[in-house]
């Protein structure tokens, strides 16, 4: 997949490694500003159990 990108992406290799870099961050960005926030409810994260019967072991 990742070749197949490289393949056409237009320009020498700089260029190539400039758009690939802004493709990436664009990803990025993409996912923690609306993939995650939307998932995060969905996920079991903060079921969280806390045993309060028992005494801390030291």
Excluded at 2 to 14: C, E, K, Q
Excluded at 33 to 39: E, I, N, S
Excluded at 47 to 52: M, R
Aim: hydrophobic share 60%; charged share 15%.
């Amino acid at each position: 997949m990742y070749g197949w990108i490289w393949r056409h992406l237009p320009g020498n290799v700089w260029v190539k490694a400039v758009i690939s870099l802004v493709l990436v961050l664009a990803a990025v960005y993409v996912l923690f500003q609306y993939v995650f926030p939307w998932a995060e409810p969905l996920l079991p994260f903060g079921d969280v159990t806390v045993d309060e019967g028992r005494a801390a072991v030291r």
